[in-house]
């Protein structure tokens, strides 16, 4: 076994291989760039060492650096994580030649799974089940467009070279068969550096089955069962669960004996995933093998009581398979849930900021946080914006999502948009729970699970008051004891009023609407006049800074956290925002001027559609920004001319910064 092992990767996967590497007694050399200084997986390590400047291509993907680092730190091996280099044949025959163990499996394997084409031809000539399609090199325009034609729409455009739903595109019909094409090349060249293709016919209603295989160097293989990756949003898995809802344990050896033939016909080491596509009457055909560990790990390590880092770092010593297929067997079931930065409501825009409040759901026997973040860590606009994976286990499928739906309860994030209200939707919708799984669910039933924001609710606007109310308590005590007369009435805090009860009016921006709630004094509390009904409150702050709050004899405990002029509160599944305002202030900001247009996040320009004094229509694409290798297009917001273009192709854009102005037109 290795004594000292380089972790060339960063976040929660860095983290979740250092905590095995103890275990083991393995010391760890962790790697980070100039924005990953201070992050969680630098903290955790025995050691650490920079890599260089934040963007990736200049830290994390310098396989050379990397190399370097091992050799110095005295590294004996070096753990790609996912991402980044795991799956990059030159990485592992580098660190072969610099001889380090390259934890994963050998170059001429990654190699052959690497080109989606290549390994469509590899996986026929081993009798796997293929999906129709083209995975041809010619990249011509007409012949993909006939091949998709003689495929029969719709058709789904795959980068060849990668994964992750990074260069896909689904195609309903012929005259949009370009335009994707151009859109999935573009962000298969950005991704991997690589922008072939290949075509395939896109099932309308597939479930996403994967197979957890493993070998070692002595040609044992063995597979670890299947999870069900179903639940999709662009291509991108949301929800994954083992084992898969309805699989039998017929189907169950067949693909499983499907998966380990495709490992050993690329003689494989280590741990992989072949990845089916399967229609909803059980046939199901290959779609790709991932040649590394895979995001969704967990699960399988959950329902099989295997460590599969443990096992990676074994076998990649030249140790045998732990265990035989006949001595691996499934027990309970475990959901995982990906908690992002990332806002559903703006079609999953990745959010950028820092984590003002974390709190995680206790981890025990039936719920595990894997994490790369903490409370005031910066999600940044150059990598995945992932706070923490939710894994959950119990004996069967319904106590499971028990579990997941109490633990997205407890999960409490501020800050930034997350994706954290979205998940329970759907752990909530009666297609998932009565496991009706297919990639289509979420646009499905796209209407319930992205309803329109309903307004602050007396609880919620009760809270928010409480908590203001106990911070000019505090205000004032910490004014009167600063104070030469600290029981001056200047210091009072009971809400006096000439002529009137005591009382406070809070005025909220809650969304578009504005919100006023009084609060009278009395005895012990106060009386809140609330939209709905006039409450009498009371309430105090715990050790641990949550408000404790007594609504009409109905107790809560809350937390409340302020950001800016923004109060998060959160607690009981609640996540709300509101915004004490002033009303001087918000007829200032209402003036101002309509037709420019601002970066929605930070990220490069990578397309610019349009010319100063260009006549455009409203929702024309005037620009495309991309960040964590996702693209967003900017549109006109109304018809009239391009007055003003601040940036070109290639151009670094902050936040909020403008990129362009709209003149309206006249007759508008």
Request: glycine share 10%.
């Amino acid at each position: 076994m290795f004594n000292k092992i380089l972790i060339a990767n960063r976040g929660e996967i860095a983290c979740r291989v250092i905590r095995t590497a103890k275990h083991l007694g393995i010391r760890t050399v962790a790697v980070y760039s100039e924005a990953d200084a201070g992050a969680r997986h630098v903290a955790l390590a025995d050691e650490a060492h920079l890599l260089g400047p934040a963007a990736a291509r200049e830290s994390y993907l310098r396989g050379d650096r990397l190399i370097e680092i091992a050799v110095k730190s005295g590294a004996e091996a070096i753990h790609p994580g996912y991402g980044f280099l795991s799956e990059n044949a030159g990485f592992a025959e580098a660190c072969a030649q610099a001889g380090v163990a390259f934890i994963g499996p050998p170059a001429a394997a990654i190699r052959a799974m690497g080109s989606k084409s290549a390994a469509k031809e590899i996986m026929a000539a081993a009798k796997v089940p293929l999906v129709p399609g083209y995975h041809g090199r010619d990249q011509d325009l007409a012949i993909l467009s006939r091949a998709a034609g003689e495929i029969g729409y719709p058709v789904l455009i795959k980068a060849s070279a990668g994964g992750g739903g990074k260069g896909m595109r689904i195609v309903h019909k012929a005259p949009d068969f370009k335009d994707a094409l151009a859109s999935a090349k573009r962000e298969a060249a950005s991704s991997f550096g690589d922008d072939q293709v290949l075509v395939e016919k896109y099932l309308t209603r597939p479930r996403h089955i994967e197979i957890q295989v493993f070998a070692d160097s002595r040609g044992d293989a063995v597979y670890l069962f299947e999870r069900d990756c179903s639940v999709q949003r662009r291509h991108q898995k949301v929800l994954e669960e083992a084992p898969a809802p309805g699989m039998t344990p017929e189907r169950r050896k067949q693909m499983g004996a499907a998966a380990a033939a495709a490992a050993k016909a690329i003689g494989y080491v280590g741990a992989g995933t072949v990845e089916f596509i399967a229609d909803q009457d059980g046939t199901f055909y290959f779609m790709e093998m991932n040649t590394r560990l895979q995001v969704e790990h967990p699960v399988t390590e959950m329902i099989t009581g295997v460590d599969l880092v443990e096992w990676q770092l074994r076998v990649a010593a030249g140790e045998p398979l732990p265990l035989a297929q006949d001595e691996l067997a499934i027990n309970g079931h475990a959901i995982e849930a990906r908690i992002y930065a990332e806002d559903p409501a703006k079609d999953f825009l990745p959010a950028i900021g820092r984590i003002t409040h974390l709190r995680l759901p206790a981890e025990g026997a039936h719920v595990r946080i894997d994490t790369g973040v903490r409370q005031g860590d910066e999600i940044s606009m150059y990598y995945d914006p992932m706070i923490a994976k939710l894994i959950v286990w119990d004996r069967d499928r319904a106590a499971a999502l028990r579990r997941l739906r109490g633990a997205l309860g407890e999960f409490q994030v501020a800050g930034l948009a997350t994706n954290i209200q979205f998940l329970s939707a759907v752990t909530a919708h009666r297609a998932f729970a009565g496991a009706d799984l297919d990639t289509g669910l979420i646009e499905r039933h796209r209407a319930e699970l992205f309803p329109e924001a309903a307004p602050a609710s007396d609880t919620v606007l009760a809270i928010a008051v409480l908590s203001e109310l106990m911070c000019i308590d505090r205000n004032a005590e910490r004014a009167a004891a600063a104070s030469g007369d600290p029981h001056s009435p200047w210091h009072s805090r009971d809400g006096w009023r000439l002529n009137e009860d005591n009382h406070h009016t809070f005025l909220f921006k809650d969304g578009a609407r504005e919100v006023a709630v009084t609060a009278h004094y009395r005895k012990g509390g106060y009386l809140l006049d609330l939209p709905g009904a006039p409450l009498e409150v009371r309430g105090e702050t715990d050790e641990s800074g949550d408000l404790l709050a007594d609504l009409a004899g109905t107790r809560l405990r809350a937390s409340v956290v302020r950001s800016g002029d923004e109060l998060t509160i959160l607690g009981h599944g609640l996540c709300h925002k509101l915004t004490p305002y002033n009303p001087v202030a918000l007829a200032m900001d209402q003036d101002a001027p309509s037709g420019s247009l601002a970066a929605p996040m930070p990220g490069t320009v990578i397309e610019v559609m349009v010319k100063e004094k260009d006549a455009v229509e409203k929702g024309a694409p005037l620009m495309i920004l991309e960040a964590m290798k996702m693209e967003h297009t900017i549109v006109a917001p109304l018809a009239g001319r391009i007055a003003g273009l601040y940036f070109r192709k290639g151009d670094q854009v902050s936040e909020g910064v403008e990129l362009l102005k709209i003149e309206g037109d006249e007759k508008q």
